[in-house]
């Protein structure tokens, strides 16, 4: 997961923590606490992990830590990163297409004419060719 995140992001992409308090229980010396739906009641998601904040009101499903990956990729802004200074940010446009394995020239070329919401809908609506690939080679 470290490999796809971009060095730098704007302070645009932090996560808004008042927004998402009934998920992410706090931020601490490289960890993030986020309410889970099991015995123990949290998990914890480090430096490299994501979070996937689409439920943040739900009981069940409120913050699924991915750890060292992302959990699936849908068609908006949902998963987090937590940065090497403790702050929870989102995935950019261009880290979710490079889940999908998609080579930074080709996102160049799509954010050029593309908007934000768009340029994520298309890496959610996406299939990854190299899992698409072991699939196949398995039939």
Not at 2 to 7: A, K, T
Not at 48 to 69: C, E
Request: glycine share 8%; net charge positive.
């Amino acid at each position: 997961m470290l490999d796809i995140l971009e060095d730098t992001t704007p302070d645009e992409y932090l996560v808004d923590l008042e927004k998402y308090k009934d998920c992410v229980i706090g931020i601490c010396e490289g960890k993030v606490f986020v309410r889970e739906a099991t015995k123990k009641g949290y998990n914890i998601a480090y430096h490299g992990d994501t979070v996937n904040l689409a439920q943040p009101k739900s009981k069940t499903r409120r913050g699924r830590v991915g750890k060292g990956v992302a959990n699936t990729l849908l068609t908006s802004r949902e998963q987090a990163v937590l940065t090497s200074d403790d702050k929870l940010r989102w995935l950019t446009e261009r880290e979710s297409w490079r889940l999908q394995g998609i080579p930074d020239s080709y996102f160049e070329k799509a954010a050029a004419v593309t908007s934000k919401n768009q340029l994520y809908k298309q890496a959610g609506n996406g299939v990854t060719v190299d899992v698409v690939y072991e699939i196949a080679k398995r039939l």
